[in-house]
């Protein structure tokens, strides 16, 4: 399923490997690839074999368990660390056969980063941390201390601008990091575990503070976490990594109806489903002989926004799309199963996003 | 029966034991090689140094030079020629700026020529009234620091004025002001270009150890070698001196900055000299800031020690004061010193803490209110100055320079004091001392001698042993068994009894004040603010009471090492309980043991690591200060290199010396490091 736009992050067979004798080893294959024999020389693998594309405006969550290779990743597609082997497109141009100036352009007008232990220079106030990167870009003190400022706003960080890092509690640390890596208007944003320090209930207030500003901006992102529900939450599309390898790499619901493989639905158990699952999902053949209920729902609304007011309805629900066009019903023994059935007897539409 | 074999306390018996069947076992007369190693072909080692030295020097890499004003070409050698350039170039800016603050012609002569001079007499920088330099330390106090630092500043100008001390201050300021940066300098690049090159630092790391264990005094013999003397060698020698803290400190720095935040710098588009200069090295800044610091303190210490080969300045009146037993200007001397450290040490602390304000949209006046301050409070401090000097030529112009002569002063006040003290305490100090010296010293220094080298080594190892396996055992065998080769065995015995004796006083008196201070937190706070303080006085100062008190006397060295080195082991166990967790703290409390209790079984042990750094740093001020001791009189390592100072063949015995001092240090270092390592390891606190 190709499309004809070209992806803003193109990986092609990505390699990353670790430890001294990688390089012998790889000589002795000729830059191919064996695993087995890299283990055997007492090399760790980051990341095996990874092919994926990330489109405009898309966001795509990077999952894992810690020491999965998530890091290691993201660090290769900013070019943090050299790739061992394969290909890295940024906006179709070749990221690892970049030199030197190239690459400083790239990050200084195409990336942001925002890190897990917001990285923040401790030196420098909130404004002047935010307006590094404007900075050694060559703008002016006084533009880059402007747009700094406008950055400031935009994450509710007014007030605060001259206030320094070691002032500020840690979610505020991370309003900084995210305005510093939003400084340039990059169109790709690369977050790594950006709330994974943070306590639950402020990590839940960056979440919806991340989600209003991504509704505002449209960056094309990528997101590092090893936490299932942030994923589940964030997601356009999860990308599920396990030893260096991603094991499947699909929309939050499809993971959550049909786990790839055995390792991933440990994850998925446990999940909420009514949470993740949109309407469209579940929903039942229209019927035009079926007599409905007054109210209706949006194909892509979650079930748990609407949950209590399908049950509450004795006749089916309507399913509208985007044209307010009938596409499907929904009654409460659907809902009911959903919550609080198993998940191998649901009526799932399987490729409803991508019939949609 | 194997648990005990391989207890360390057994092996440590075991040890001593062997160690005192080989001192009974080998006498003097017929032990030989075991006893103290015969003439061999290391003897020689100083004599080949010093001539390939002198090689270097004279022979090597000839290259032809022309002379201008004599209009004659010359063959000299390539290293001559770099030092005198090197020598000229750090001269001119410690004229310049010794001109700028007192005045001269030198600097003008560097461009023009003395005819120039004699025909112009405009053709001379003035002197800056000191009154504009007070007011100038005032502005840049307030302007750095606020209102305190500003009266600091300022305060110690006057003082330093006030008394007569303008001279040998500005003087010395004019050293400091050169060497500081230079060091500040060389040490970061050094370290920078070490952080980025692996093999460099490779290189770099084992000079940088030994560089930091030898003494003030070995630096200065090369320097007079290759550089001459004057204030350009004492700059040069105070540059090598203070560089391998300031190399070590950037490399810590570097080193610690978190990978993220280099990776922040680099996805913020830094290039590599953006990422050093703008993320790196401000976020190293910590480090690099004590390394400043120490570079300060360094170049103080050191300011007063060159003035053995020349160095002019309040270390050269120091040293004739205290030759002459004036103690009461002795002080004085010392006072400003200090306080020159002190201002220095407080400013530069600001100075980097100090951050700009962009937002504040502020007309040009009050944008450059300091330097217009500055700049009104110049010309009319100068202009009363100058008016003074014009309207009543033939009397002395206290606004403008008081001399030595004019100062106010309290050295007769002190000399009183002196007096009395000597007087009134003559018969118990003299008792004091003849029983320190027959009862303790004396017994103690023969017991030194009295070991033969055989035993002393197997010792030494075998606590290397002990501590880190074969690799240690090695390491000090290495550093012992040179010394041991050397003809000094004799004299490093005679360090090793001093510095034995003033560490072992040290770590007592240091401990105890320790843990009575770190039971109480403003105790904590008041001791660890002394020890900051004390810590910035060059290490010469301490010599002055200490004569003042006890006189002349390898007593008073002692009592002077003493006091000095106490400031570490204080300060160690101090930081060293405070920084016991808390919550290991509050479990041993719940679990019902007293505060003793508490102190003794978790306090103390957890912090012990800690506390043996602090007895490292104990022991190796302590060798510095021995060595330092050599200018009252000692008969050890230090005084040998006094001596080669003023031998024109003493340099290789000299450097060779100073490597001997380094290695006694190194060895300790390296066994008390390995052995912290260890326990901190063991303790699960690293
Ligand atoms: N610089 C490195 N050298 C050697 N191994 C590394 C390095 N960085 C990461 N690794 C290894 O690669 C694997 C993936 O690490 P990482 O990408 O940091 O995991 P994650 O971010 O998913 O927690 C881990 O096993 C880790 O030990
Ligand atoms: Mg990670």
Redesign the pocket.
Known sequence: MSTPIQPVIKCESVYKI??ENAEKVLKKTDGEVDTESLLEAGC?I?VNNASFDVHKGEMLVIM??????????L?CISRL?ETTAGNIFIDGEDLLGMNEKELINVRRNKMGMVFQSFALLPHKTVLENIALPLQVKGISTKDSMARAMDMVNLVELTGYENAFPRQLSGGQQQRVGIARSLAVEPEMWFL??PFSALDPLIRKEMQDEFLRLQSVLHKTILF?T?DFDEALRLADRIAI?KD?VIEQIDTPANIVLNPATEYIAKFTRSVRRERVLSCQTIMEEYDVNTDLSDITVSKNAIIDTVAERVLSEQKPVAVLNEQDEIVGTLNSKIIIQVMFGETNNLPINNNAESQA | MHYFIHHKWVQFIALLAIFFVLVMAISPVSGGNLWRFQENIFWLLPDTLNNFLKYLINDFWLVETYDIELDLTEESTMIKEFTRSLSGVILFFINLIRELLLGGVKTVVTFTSWDFISEHPWARIPALPWTAVASGAFLMGHFLGGRKLSILAGGSIIYIAVFGQWTPAMQTLSFVLVAVPLSVFLGLMMGVFAYKNKTFKIILTPLLNVAQSMPHFSYLIPVVVFFGIGDHAGAISTVIFATPPMIRLTILGLKKVSPEVLEAGLMSGCNPRQLMFKVLIPTARHDILIGVNQVIMQCLAMAVIASFIGTKGLGYDLLVSLNRLNIGEALELGISIVLIAIVLDKLSLAWANKQADYFADLPFHLHHKYSLAFFGILVVTSAIAYAISLFFPDKPNYLYFISDTQGLTTKNFWDTIVDWIITSTYQSVQSFNVFMITSILVPMKEAYLAMPVAATLFLVTGIGYLVGGLRSAIIVAAFIGFIALTPWWDRALITAYMVTFSTVTAVIIGCTVGVLCSRNTRATRVILLVCDTLQTFPSFVYLIPVIMLFGVSDLSVLIAVTVYATIPATRYTVEGLRNVPQSLQEAASMSGVNPTQRLLHVELPLAFPHIMLGINQTIIFSLFMVIIGAFIGTDDLGQLIMQSLSRSNGMGQGIILGLCVAFIGLAVDHLIHTWSDQRKQALGII
């Not at chain 1, 894992?64 to 990743?73: A, P, R």
């Open positions: 670790f430890g760790v980051g894992g368990l810690s020491g999965s290779g998530k890091s290691t990743l660090r660390i790594d575990e590092v090893h990594m260096g």
